[in-house]
C-alpha cells in the first residue's frame, strides 16, 4: 500500500545532540513538508520541498535543517540549535494534481529531550 | 493575515448523540480552501473533506455533514450519532487562492472524546 513511513516513532535525546528524523514515501508525490505538533496546538510549517534538491523554510525553520536528494524521501534534522525541540513531528506529501492542496500525512515521530 | 479559531478545544460526548465542532476563519481572500482532518491517538492526520470559497452546498457523508457559511466565515462539522471510533483530534485549515499547501493554516484542534 501506499503511503508515508516515519522512524522512528518515538526518539530520545540529549540536550546538545543533533538528530535526524526520516520520512520515505513511495506515493510518487512531488511535494512534501515537516509540521511541528505541541500540545493543545495547530500544526505549524518547518520545511517544505516542491521538488528534488531544492526546500523552503516554513514559519518555524530556527534550529531545523532538511534535504531532498531524492523524490521519496525528505529526512528532518533537529539541531542543537532547536530550543524547545520536545514535540510532535509530522511529514506530509502532496502530489501534482491530487485534490488541491490534500496532503497525506505520516504516523509522526514523537521527540523527546532529556 | 489568515486565521482558524477552533473555539472548543475539548468535547465530550456519549455514545450516539449527535456532536457539532465549531470553526471560524478569517481571510481576505475571495478565493480559499477550507478543509476538516482527523487526528486519532495513532497521530495520522487523514483527510476528511475539502471545500472551496465558491462552493456554500453543505455536504453530507455517512453521519459526517459540514455547514459551510460564508457570512458567518464558519464551517462547522457535525457527526451525527456518534460512535467510539471517532474519538480523536480535528483540525479545520485554510489555505488562500495559490492553493499551497506550504500556506495552509491550521487551527488548534478541538479533541473529541466519545464515551460508551
Known amino acids: 500500500d501506499g503511503g508515508i513511513t516515519q522512524s522512528p516513532k518515538y526518539l530520545f535525546r540529549k540536550e546538545g545532540q543533533n538528530v535526524t528524523l526520516s520520512c520515505e514515501q513511495n506515493l510518487n508525490h512531488d511535494a512534501m513538508y515537516w509540521y511541528r505538533q505541541d500540545p493543545g496546538q495547530g500544526l505549524r510549517l518547518i520545511y517544505y520541498s516542491q521538488i528534488v534538491n531544492d526546500f523552503q523554510k516554513g514559519d518555524i525553520a530556527e534550529g531545523y535543517s532538511v534535504s531532498r536528494e531524492k523524490k521519496e524521501s525528505f529526512p528532518l534534522t533537529v539541531t542543537s540549535a532547536q530550543k524547545n525541540p520536545t514535540a510532535f513531528y509530522l511529514c506530509?506529501?502532496?502530489?501534482?494534481?491530487?485534490?488541491?492542496?490534500?496532503?497525506?500525512f505520516g504516523a509522526g515521530s514523537r521527540l523527546t529531550v532529556l | 493575515a489568515q486565521k482558524v479559531t477552533q473555539a472548543q478545544t475539548e468535547i465530550s460526548v456519549v455514545e450516539k448523540e449527535d456532536v457539532t465542532l465549531d470553526c471560524v476563519y478569517e481571510t481576505r481572500d475571495t478565493t480559499y480552501y477550507l478543509f476538516w482532518y482527523k487526528q486519532p491517538p495513532s497521530g495520522e492526520l487523514v483527510f476528511l473533506i475539502r471545500?472551496?470559497?465558491?462552493?456554500?452546498q453543505n455536504e453530507i457523508s455517512g453521519r459526517y455533514s459540514w455547514n459551510f457559511q460564508k457570512s458567518t466565515s464558519s464551517f462547522n462539522f457535525t457527526i451525527t450519532a456518534s460512535q467510539v471510533v471517532d474519538s480523536a483530534v480535528y483540525f479545520c485549515?485554510?489555505?488562500?487562492?495559490?492553493?499551497?499547501?506550504?500556506?495552509?493554516?491550521f487551527g488548534k484542534g478541538t479533541k473529541l472524546t466519545v464515551n460508551p
Open positions: 485549515a485554510l489555505t488562500g487562492p495559490q492553493g499551497g499547501s506550504e500556506k495552509l493554516v
Open positions: 471545500r472551496n470559497s465558491f462552493d456554500e
Open positions: 506530509a506529501s502532496r502530489g501534482l494534481g491530487s485534490g488541491a492542496n490534500v496532503l497525506t
